[in-house]
């Protein structure tokens, strides 16, 4: 397929253009500096995609990358970034659909806490302690499935750089919800009980960028299950992982 990354020197993006290349898609990288995705071809052996140089606040650069595309992932941003990474998820969006048209497919991430809490109707962004900043997700979600885009909006918990620079086997997978099952009782446990089990359960959630790469890369048809769904990744069962303080929230 061919493929447009943009954000491909970040930390899922450059996962995701690697992985990609290898499986043998026509890669085309978005990104802001040459050098950078050079540097990163290089350590990795990669043939060099196709770059375009740009700006992805620059929305008639965006049309234009996306014109011939088969799909776009946008892996640009960090939601830490706060009212930027909103302006940024919306601006790449709405360019995606005017170069992509009606119907293009478009994958783009967010986080846990806009998946809801299996049982429930709540999302999880209601549940106490849970911090505000992850609220830019659901603004994020709203302006997205509100395009004529085929979309589909990865929601991972913490994310991390794989020990082997491999995706993990077996991961699981859902849509709209957790990947989990859900707490005993969920409809009567109070909000602060579920916002415990969900924080006691992040280390099944703590997948590595290179399983969210994959979970992408699997699922890029147009007809794909995962079609516009809010979709949910947690780690294979019997293994869980830490988050590295030092990396980004989701």
């Known amino acids: 397929m061919k493929l447009l990354i943009i954000g491909a020197t970040g930390d ?11 499986e043998g898609h026509e890669v085309t990288a978005f990104v802001r500096s040459a050098d950078k995705l050079n540097e990163q071809l290089t350590a990795a052996s990669l043939t060099a995609p196709a770059v375009i140089i740009g700006d992805v606040f620059d ?3 965006i049309s234009s990358a996306c014109h011939g595309q088969d799909v776009v992932i ?4 960090t939601v830490r970034d706060g009212e930027q990474f909103v302006e940024l998820v919306r601006k790449v969006s709405l360019a995606v659909e005017n170069g992509l048209g009606a119907g293009g497919r478009y994958w783009f991430f967010g ?13 999880s962004l209601e549940l106490p302690k849970i911090p505000s900043i992850y609220r830019a997700h659901q ?20 994310m991390t750089a794989a020990e082997n620079g491999e995706p993990h086997q077996g991961l699981r997978i859902s849509t709209e919800v957790w990947p989990l099952a859900r707490p005993g009782l969920t409809k009567l446990l109070p909000p602060i009980a579920t916002s415990l089990a ?5 280390p099944q959630l703590t997948v590595s ?16 299950a995962l079609s516009r769904k809010r979709v949910g990744i947690a780690l294979p069962v019997g293994i869980t992982r830490h988050k590295d303080p030092e990396l980004n929230p989701s």
């Open 12 to 22: 899922t993006g450059s996962r995701l253009l690697r992985m990609a290349i290898q």
């Open 139 to 158: 603004t994020n979600y709203s302006t997205v499935s509100s395009t004529s885009l085929n979309w589909s909006m990865l929601c991972p918990g913490p």
């Open 209 to 224: 960028f290179e399983d969210a790469a994959k979970v992408i890369l699997d699922n890029l048809a147009q007809d794909s």
């Open 74 to 77: 946008n892996a640009a941003g």
């Open 198 to 202: 969900l924080k006691l359960r992040m």
């Open 111 to 123: 986080g846990i806490g806009v998946l809801n809490v299996p049982g429930t109707n709540r999302m």
């Open 59 to 61: 929305q008639d650069s």
